[in-house]
Antibody, heavy 120, light 111 residues
Framework: QVLLQESGPGLVKPSETLSLTCGVS??????????WGWIRQPPGKGLEWIAT???????YYNPSLKSRLTISVDTSNNEFSLRLSSVTAADTAVYYC????????????WGQGALVTVSS | QSVLTQPPSASGTPGQRVTISCSGR????????VNWYQQFPGAAPKLLIY???ERPSGVPDRFSGSRSGTSASLAISGLQSDDEADYYC????????????FGTGTKVTVL
């Protein structure tokens, strides 16, 4: 059974950098079968794709966030990470990580999500 | 930033068939397959349909999907109270350098 778990600070100050990590168990990121993605959902709103990464380091970013985004993969620890800089209140959301068979394929499974609040 | 349009709500009585539409454009639904997600309050989304009409293991065959032109739809037959949830369509969009786009979401209510 594949499990994904997000971890990171739940509170970030405006203008600072949001950092999250997704730990993967039950599958190996370096298997090359899947891509690994980040998605967010502001409270009471819909889903927004943030970015996707392949184990080789190939990255795909949401153009609206690209200038503030960095995603990376740590194959030794079987995890991947997200860094979003210069955050504002608009970045307050539940952040999910998920596995993806291909860029055009479905995201499955998802982590349970991590609420990140941007506030001073 | 959703570029896929869904009705905000849909409803039906137990046993009925409910259909949710998802409207896009040539760069997304017109060129790529559609995935559907189900989300209960306070929970992570779950993949319900992939590649237009394929169901992951464990998803009942009451759920079905289709795609035609720049639109797609999700049908729930034999509606059950457990189906009350939010549903999102999604697809890859070939515009810009490519991005994965979600629909606006549809809240299904079982009357």
């Amino acid at each position: 059974q594949v499990l994904l778990q997000e971890s990171g600070p739940g509170l970030v100050k405006p203008s600072e950098t949001l950092s999250l990590t997704c730990g993967v168990s039950g599958d190996s990121i370096i298997s090359g079968t899947y891509y690994w993605g980040w998605i967010r959902q502001p409270p009471g709103k819909g889903l927004e794709w943030i970015a996707t990464i392949y184990y080789s380091g190939s990255t795909y970013y949401n153009p609206s966030l690209k200038s503030r985004l960095t995603i990376s993969v740590d194959t030794s620890n079987n995890e991947f990470s997200l860094r979003l800089s210069s955050v504002t209140a608009a970045d307050t959301a539940v952040y999910y990580c998920a596995r993806q068979r291909g860029l055009r394929r479905g995201l499955d499974p998802w982590g349970q999500g991590a609420l990140v609040t941007v506030s001073s | 930033q959703s570029v896929l349009t869904q009705p905000p709500s849909a409803s039906g009585t137990p046993g009925q068939r409910v259909t949710i539409s998802c409207s896009g454009r040539g760069s997304n639904i017109g060129s790529n397959t559609v995935n559907w997600y189900q989300q209960f309050p306070g929970a992570a989304p779950k993949l319900l349909i992939y590649s237009d009409n394929e169901r992951p293991s464990g998803v009942p065959d009451r759920f079905s999907g289709s795609r035609s032109g720049t639109s797609a739809s999700l049908a729930i037959s034999g509606l059950q109270s457990d189906d009350e949830a939010d549903y999102y369509c999604a697809a890859w969009d070939d515009s810009l350098n490519g991005l994965y786009v979600f629909g606006t979401g549809t809240k299904v209510t079982v009357l």
